[in-house]
């Protein structure tokens, strides 16, 4: 439907005028009285304006591009691909049985198996996967959530094969729970003891993995849900609240894990709200550390963050040019000054990416970095007074959530009642219609459209991989002695029930042999199965 | 007919958590007067199957976005078929490539919507199409 701009003057407007994607107005010019005046200095307390005194000048971000289809096999040819490239981090994406605990040969896992991502049963998949790279050579990056503690686990077991040290692992593991009940929604257990179980593991990376970070706040797929960039902002950082929190009580040190909390935000098209969102984000997390919580170390209150472009931005129609928008919501990353960053390619909304696709969308990042010239100064944005006057309204904004969560109990008790999942469902919708009413035009969409495009080659799938998987589980299951692995899933049944910590169990185990699916269904048992609670 | 004999049931197979889309049009098709029952996340075809009979509804609108379509839909519908419920006109949205939607489509699902498809045009659609009641 093309959009007639006409039509916008027919109805009450639904967007203010001259505001933000996520609505926010925008004055005609901001000036020298616009912003609080306090910008600080890069690498100094409250990090506004970056977490490193030279940035990019002395580091590059790393360019962690994710990647997961198929069989581990399939992964592993990618991941070295993207290696060979000039990526610099490998980012895992698990297929959807693995996510929510079911292995290849279960039910639940009809149609579904290497589909969304790569297919992971037993710790011989996590060893395929990542043969032939060592883990501690490298940085890993893996997207899963309520099966974290058993793919960590795994993760774990398999570099000890390779005689690597726990203690030299690099690496993230997504783990936030919070945001699954909130918006990505793959979860097994209700959200307290999901709650538990992370903090479990911060509690056991402290000791044992000091340099991996054992959860990845995550806004990304609250934004992707229909949030708006405030509410991305907010309840990103309560959830953080709530893992400090919970790992404080648990008598941890906050300046031991403070440094290994990282966060990962989404990268939006509304350039100067991006950027002012990450630099609010900085600002405001480092002042709860130190002001709310008393970490007495800047490294505990510096905010590191992950960014991947939007994937929800992209569009079907006109394919192509999503390498542009791509490209200009990664320079708003880098402009923001984030670790690390994935750049989604053009052809994800059609199926996972092919290789030539990744490959532009990694190319990205480098013309980023070799031939635009942003990363010759730190922070080159900061003093504009749009830039200052907008960070300083998101975090005050985001705060005003942060406040009315506390208020509610925290978010814990807030996801319970469903209260950031409903105004994620009503921005989602408000926007949804004056998207409709034209009031919002997407290239390609809603206006400035074309009968037809040029159609995109995508990557296929084989139903194949469905097959040989179950194959491959069963023939592991035989080779494994039985008595053992039942022996280790009490042992998980036990400590579950009581408040030992879960992960040197959970690893026990993984090396007696049980799957994802078997100790998934452990907490099934022990800690119950959550439903969606399906508001609309 | 009037909207407000219309019951849709707006499902949500497979194991993916995106329901954005499927919540938005939930309350557009609601918004239009039309009852909207929402199943929620993670159902399996045989949920979904037994929740359009008991619930006799008059179309149902399934959301996906993980890829296991052309493994889902087809069992769907072949589930209705064997509670003689197959008369009930089913479309779907999502990720769907163009060449699944043509198979899909001669395997009996009615439409499907891509990414970019209006809640209006939706609402437009089953106005269209969805047999009245009584």
């Given at each position: 439907m093309a959009s007639d701009p006409a039509r916008k003057h027919d109805r009450e407007s639904a967007r203010p005028p001259h505001s933000t994607i996520s609505g926010m107005e925008i004055d005609e010019v901001y000036g020298?009285?616009?912003?609080?005046?306090?910008?600080g200095e890069p690498g100094r307390y409250p990090f506004t304006r970056g977490v490193y005194e030279t940035m990019y000048r002395g580091k590059p971000w790393t360019m962690r591009q994710f990647a997961g289809f198929g069989s581990a096999a399939d992964t592993n040819a990618r991941f070295k691909y993207l290696l060979e490239h000039g990526g610099d981090g490998l980012s895992t994406a698990f297929d959807m049985p693995t996510l929510m605990g079911y292995d290849a040969d279960s039910d639940r896992a009809l149609g579904e198996v290497g589909r969304e991502g790569v297919a992971v049963s037993t710790v011989d998949d996590v060893a395929a996967l990542f043969d032939g790279i060592r883990l501690d050579q490298v940085t890993t990056s893996m997207t899963v959530n309520c099966t974290a503690s058993i793919l960590l686990a795994m993760y774990f077991v398999v570099a000890e094969r390779q005689g690597c040290k726990w203690s030299d692992l690099g690496g993230t593991i997504q783990n936030d729970m919070l945001k699954e009940f909130i918006a990505q929604k793959e979860w097994i257990s209700p959200p307290a003891p999901s709650l538990r179980i992370v903090t479990d593991m911060i509690e056991f990376c402290t000791r044992e993995a000091p340099r991996w970070h054992p959860v990845s706040i995550s806004g990304y797929h609250i934004r992707e849900a229909g949030a708006t960039a405030v509410q991305e902002l907010a309840f990103t950082l309560a959830d953080g609240i709530t893992y400090v929190q919970a790992a404080v009580d648990r008598g941890v040190d906050v300046d031991e894990f403070g440094p290994r909390l990282s966060f990962f935000f989404n990268i939006h098209n509304d350039f100067l709200e991006e950027v002012a969102k990450i630099r609010a984000a900085r600002r405001l997390w480092a002042r709860t550390m130190r002001e709310r919580f008393g970490a007495k170390t800047d490294r505990a209150c510096?905010?590191?963050?992950?960014?991947?472009?939007?994937?929800v931005s992209l569009t079907a129609q006109q394919p192509l040019n999503n390498v542009v928008r791509v490209a200009v919501q990664a320079l708003a990353g880098v402009m923001a000054g984030v670790q690390s960053l994935h750049t989604n390619s053009l052809d994800e909304t059609f199926a996972l990416p092919t290789e030539e696709a990744a490959t532009v969308a990694l190319r990205t990042q480098q013309i980023i970095a070799e031939e635009t010239g942003v990363t010759n100064t730190v922070d080159p944005l900061g003093g504009s007074f749009a830039v200052e006057a907008l960070t300083d309204r998101m975090e005050a904004e985001a705060q005003a959530y942060i406040d009315r969560i506390d208020d509610m109990g925290g978010m814990l008790r807030a996801i319970e009642i469903g209260f950031p999942q409903k105004e994620i469902a009503d921005s989602a919708f408000t926007f949804q219609v004056a998207h409709d009413a034209g009031e919002y035009v997407t290239v390609g969409v809603n206006g400035y459209t074309m009968e037809s495009a040029a159609a995109v080659e995508t990557l296929k799938i084989g139903l194949e991989i469905e097959a040989d998987q179950k194959e491959k589980l069963a023939a592991y299951k035989a080779g494994r002695d039985g008595a053992a692995a039942e022996a280790a899933l009490a042992a998980i049944r036990s400590a579950a029930a009581g408040d030992d910590n879960l992960m040197p169990v959970v690893i026990d185990a993984v090396r007696a042999g049980c799957t994802v699916g078997e100790i998934s269904d452990v907490y099934?048992?022990?800690?119950?199965?959550?439903?969606?609670?399906a508001w609309i | 007919m009037t909207d407000q004999s219309m019951r849709i049931l707006?499902?949500?197979?497979?194991?993916?958590?995106?329901?954005?889309?499927?919540?938005?049009?939930?309350?557009?098709?609601?918004?239009?007067?039309?009852?909207?029952?929402?199943?929620?996340?993670?159902?399996?075809?045989?949920m979904i199957a037994e929740a359009a009979v008991q619930e006799d509804v008059d179309a149902i609108g399934l959301s996906i976005l993980s890829g296991a379509h052309m493994t889902l839909f087809p069992k769907i519908l072949d589930l209705l078929r064997d509670k003689g419920a197959e008369e009930i006109p089913v479309f779907g949205g999502g990720i769907i490539p163009d060449e699944d939607i043509q198979q899909l489509k001669q395997l009996g699902i009615r439409e499907v919507f891509t990414p970019g498809a209006t809640t209006g045009a939706i609402v437009d659609w089953i106005r269209e199409n969805v047999p009245a009641r009584n």
């Open positions: 020298p009285d616009s912003a609080s005046g306090a910008v510096l905010m590191r963050t992950h960014a991947q472009t939007s994937g099934r048992e022990v800690f119950g199965v959550y439903g969606d609670p | 707006v499902a949500k197979p497979g194991l993916d958590g995106h329901d954005r889309g499927a919540k938005i049009i939930a309350r557009a098709l609601r918004d239009a007067g039309m009852e909207v029952i929402y199943t929620g996340l993670h159902q399996t075809p045989e």
